[in-house]
């Protein structure tokens, strides 16, 4: 029996996802992880819930797998707030110690990912390693690669757990040269890919005219202003059909009106999510997302064969309409498919760049708003 205890920096620590530290943590503990098959994710790897959660635990057990989690406390608005935060840390201390104890495990999986949660990071890395346990360490994001660079305590602390786990492992592709240098060590590096099941299902896409929905928009790893905008341009395009997968605050939709012409279908596993995706023609999507699980959101859109739309700013900044960038659907290679979407991003033709940089260029208001759409109707003709 492989005892693992997990320790999540997101509030919510029951999400096993597409986490690359949790397949180091399955090769480990099951036989060349030829069952450790992906138990989380969804659009943007951010779907795993208590159902999940249980059907995981489930089979994790039938391969001698035992999990546990250690939730990190969650912000207390209280004042004053060094007293509230050596309180945070002196009791998530107190909670690793009694992991430790009561569950003894062979492995720890730390899932970092923000500055704040360095130090419990370390308390988690420097217990385990007293307990005698295997130490996976996933570094995420360029937040942290920024920290590691800095002479504070936290940059000191950072650069410890990077020296310290047994494995270490990134997601960024950018990160990973300077991860492994200031480490002095290699480095796993797994990039996001899409799972066999949905390269199946690609094949059953339907054609773009096909398709009963015009947009889709994820909500649960969005900004509220983001949302907004989403339910704005519902409002101003009554004729078209939208729908929001996930997770939207109970204080947005009592602040605003729901359009009709908007579905919210709640949160789906993945292979739900991905059937509403290829009866989509075009994905939205904020450049800059609560979650990291963007990369994998984008490129089960295109699997599906939806067009991606970038919001940036709360405003749509990228509308690929330009033949020339658009994907081969013949692409069997993920190399190559990740390759396109770079290219995707790139956007060379300097039609399609003028536009982006008139939407840019907007204000915040409901003028305007309209004025979006109007540039919008224009590029999609």
Same mark, same amino acid.
């Given at each position: 029996?492989?005892?693992?205890?997990?320790?999540?920096?997101?509030?919510?620590? =029951?999400?096993?996802?597409?986490?690359?530290?949790?397949?180091?943590?399955?090769? $480990?503990?099951?036989?060349?992880?030829?069952?450790?098959?992906?138990?989380?994710?969804?659009?943007?790897? =951010?779907?795993? =819930?208590?159902?999940?959660?249980?059907?995981?635990?489930?089979?994790?057990?039938?391969?001698?797998?035992?999990?546990?989690?250690?939730?990190?406390?969650?912000?207390?608005?209280?004042?004053?707030?060094?007293?509230?935060?050596? %309180?945070?840390?002196?009791?998530?201390?107190?909670?690793?110690?009694?992991?430790?104890?009561?569950?003894?495990?062979?492995?720890? /999986?730390?899932?970092?990912?923000?500055?704040?949660?360095? =130090?419990?990071?370390?308390? $988690?890395?420097?217990?385990?390693?007293?307990?005698?346990?295997?130490?996976?360490?996933?570094?995420?994001?360029?937040? %942290?690669?920024?920290?590691?660079?800095?002479?504070?305590?936290?940059? /000191?602390?950072?650069?410890?757990?990077?020296?310290?786990?047994?494995?270490?492992?990134?997601?960024?592709?950018?990160?990973?040269?300077?991860?492994?240098?200031?480490?002095?060590?290699?480095?796993?590096?797994?990039?996001?890919?899409?799972?066999?099941?949905?390269?199946?299902?690609?094949?059953?896409?339907? *054609?773009?005219?096909?398709?009963?929905?015009?947009?889709?928009?994820?909500?649960?790893?969005?900004?509220?202003?983001?949302?907004?905008? %989403?339910?704005?341009?519902?409002?101003?395009?009554?004729?078209?059909?939208?729908?929001?997968?996930? $997770?939207?605050?109970?204080?947005?939709?009592?602040?605003?009106?729901?359009?009709?012409?908007?579905?919210?279908?709640?949160?789906?596993? *993945?292979?739900?999510? $991905?059937?509403?995706?290829?009866?989509?023609?075009?994905?939205?999507?904020?450049?800059?997302?609560?979650?990291?699980?963007?990369?994998?959101?984008?490129?089960?859109?295109?699997?599906?064969?939806?067009?991606?739309?970038?919001?940036?700013?709360? %405003?749509?900044?990228?509308?690929?309409?330009?033949?020339?960038?658009?994907?081969?659907?013949?692409?069997?290679?993920?190399?190559?498919?990740?390759?396109?979407?770079?290219?995707?991003?790139?956007?060379?033709?300097?039609?399609?760049?003028?536009?982006?940089?008139?939407?840019?260029?907007?204000?915040?208001?409901?003028?305007?708003?309209?004025?979006?759409?109007?540039?919008?109707?224009?590029?999609?003709?």
């Amino acid at each position: 029996m492989c005892v693992c205890v997990k320790y999540n920096a997101y509030r919510d620590c =029951y999400h096993l996802g597409n986490s690359v530290g949790m397949k180091c943590v399955l090769h $480990f503990c099951v036989e060349e992880s030829n069952r450790a098959t992906d138990f989380g994710g969804g659009v943007g790897g =951010y779907t795993t =819930y208590t159902n999940r959660l249980i059907a995981a635990q489930d089979s994790f057990l039938k391969s001698g797998f035992e999990m546990h989690f250690s939730r990190v406390t969650p912000p207390l608005k209280l004042k004053p707030k060094l007293l509230v935060d050596l %309180f945070k840390l002196l009791f998530d201390a107190g909670r690793a110690l009694y992991s430790m104890f009561r569950y003894r495990p062979d492995v720890i /999986h730390i899932h970092g990912m923000y500055w704040r949660s360095t =130090y419990r990071e370390v308390i $988690f890395l420097v217990l385990g390693r007293i307990f005698s346990a295997n130490v996976f360490y996933e570094a995420r994001g360029g937040s %942290f690669s920024e920290c590691i660079q800095h002479r504070s305590l936290q940059g /000191h602390l950072a650069r410890f757990l990077l020296r310290s786990a047994q494995v270490v492992s990134i997601q960024g592709e950018k990160e990973i040269g300077s991860l492994a240098g200031i480490a002095g060590r290699s480095i796993l590096y797994m990039p996001n890919v899409i799972s066999p099941q949905l390269e199946r299902m690609r094949f059953e896409n339907k *054609k773009f005219s096909e398709r009963d929905v015009d947009f889709c928009f994820l909500g649960y790893v969005s900004r509220a202003k983001n949302i907004e905008l %989403f339910f704005n341009i519902a409002e101003l395009n009554p004729d078209k059909k939208f729908t929001c997968i996930g $997770f939207v605050e109970r204080g947005l939709l009592d602040a605003v009106s729901l359009p009709k012409n908007v579905s919210l279908l709640g949160r789906l596993d *993945k292979v739900d999510a $991905f059937r509403v995706l290829q009866n989509t023609k075009f994905f939205l999507f904020p450049s800059k997302m609560r979650s990291e699980g963007q990369p994998n959101a984008i490129l089960e859109a295109i699997w599906a064969g939806c067009v991606p739309i970038a919001f940036n700013h709360g %405003f749509i900044a990228d509308l690929i309409q330009d033949e020339t960038l658009m994907l081969d659907p013949n692409v069997e290679d993920l190399t190559a498919l990740n390759n396109q979407v770079m290219k995707l991003y790139r956007m060379k033709d300097k039609t399609n760049r003028s536009h982006r940089s008139e939407l840019i260029s907007f204000t915040r208001s409901h003028a305007e708003v309209e004025r979006l759409i109007e540039v919008y109707r224009h590029l999609v003709k």
